[in-house]
Structure formats: C-alpha cells, structure tokens
C-alpha cells in the first residue's frame, strides 16, 4: 500500500478530504493518505513540497505557480476550488482605520513571503491603485500572529479567508472593512515530481476517490450542519459559504494559467512566465 502525504490549511474546504480519510475511502483503494496540517498557510506548503516533506498539498493557485516558476520541482495535477476564494481584509476591533482607503502606505501582516496573504496584498493594491513598490510587510506566520501584530500595532491589515476569520470579527477581535476575492480558481492539488515519477497509479487513485466525494459534496444531507459544527462557524456563515464554493474534478485550464502569470509578471513577483507543460501534470 502506498503512502501520499498531504499538506492542507485546518479549513472548512478540506472537509472532503477529512471525510474520505475517516470513512476509509482511501484505504479501499489501496492507498493510505496521511493528512498534515499546515496553518502557516501556502508559503510553508511549498517550502515543505521543495523538501519532499509532502507529497502533494492542497495549495493557492497563485502560490503555488509563483513557487514553481521559482524553482519548485512540483506540478499542479488538479484544480480543487474552482470558485474564488474571498479574501477579508481585517484591521484590529479598536483600529482607527475605518475603511480600505485608509491603509494605504500602512503595513500589512502575512503568514510568510510567497504565501497566499503576500500575494494577494499585491493584488489589492493594485485594484486600489496604491503603489505596490512601496507596500510593507509583516511575517506574523499565521493567524495568532495577526491577532498579536495588529492589536500591539506592529501591522495595520491582515488578508485571510473571509469564513475562516468571520468569528473573529464576531467576537470583536478583527473589525472587516473590505473583501477582495482573486480573479481566478482559488485552490488547486499541487504534488512534487519526484512523487508524480514514483507514485503516478497512487496519485491518480486519490483524486477519483476525492472527485467522486467532491461531485456532490454539497448536496450530502446536513453537510452544513457538519462543517459549522467542525469549523465552530454559524450556519448561516457556512450557507453562505457553501452558496458560492464550487469544488472541481479538472485539471487547471490553459486560460487560467494565463491569467495567473499575466497578474504575477505584471506585479514583478515573477521574472517570466512559463509553459503549461512546467505547469501542469496530468495523469
């Protein structure tokens, strides 16, 4: 039986494959997926794809083809989200700033360099027309960190998944003034090559059993009752959410691919763009 180490954010997307583990999904198919949580989000996924930590990792679309253009030798092998992920941008409950306006030229917290909360500070600046050569940043490594580096003013803003934060701004803690969701599939299934090379029939096994759980994840009965029970969100929050995520069973299209390096290269987090082939593996 082959092994498939996984890396994932502790998030209410990642049920799916929570699910399959424990009702032995995986297992009938001869194939033993071990789950490994990484909080710190995309930037860690990659550095522990790079180190073969992982095999694959369920990573930010635009992380993760900023990595590989800079020399990860992994490949994305599916689309998982295919709808945008809605990124909150939060200041302290007792923060002065009262809309998205005033953070310009103010600091930012982000989880590392490279992860999805770097990138996407990129992305709304430029929607916001702010200079994005003179954006500042704070390694908070993840949401603790946020919590301490905007309450002690060390950041001004945090970026971080809309749901994932709501309770935070619920009980006071974060104040949300903005939302900005990226302009392409949020999430995709990237695996290092070493275990594409080694472990192809294994890999391709683990995605028709995730695909098959994921076609109609949403329509399970009391699915929400499930995830707002596990993630400790408000159903109506997880209704919501649930209301606009689209899970895929594709790989990446050519066109988003396009749309993710054109944004990278024009924000100069990359030197050049490169082929699908670089890109992709599909089984």
Known sequence: MKTIKVGGVPEHFNLPWHRCIEQNKFQEKDINVEWIEFPEGTGAMCKALRSKEIDAAVILTEGVIRDIINGNKSKIIQTYIASPLIWGIHVDAASPFKNIQDLENTKAAISRKGSGSH??????????????????????????????????????????????????????TFRLIADCPTPWPCFVIA?????INTKPEALKTMLEVLNSETSNFKLQKNIDVELSERYQQKLED???????????????????????????????????KKSPDHLTHTF
């Open 191 to 195: 695996a290092n090559e070493n275990s």
């Open 238 to 272: 997880i209704r919501k959410w649930l209301d606009h995520t689209r899970w895929s069973q594709e790989q990446i299209s050519l066109e988003d691919l396009e749309k993710v390096q054109q944004k990278l290269l024009e924000l100069k987090l990359v030197e050049k």
């Open 119 to 172: 990138l996407m500070a990129y992305v709304n600046a430029e929607h916001m027309d702010w200079n994005t050569e003179e954006l500042q940043f704070e390694v908070i490594n993840n949401l603790e960190g946020a919590i301490e580096a905007l309450k002690n003013d060390t950041a001004q803003y945090f970026m971080w998944e809309h749901f994932t934060t709501k309770p935070l701004v619920d009980n006071k």
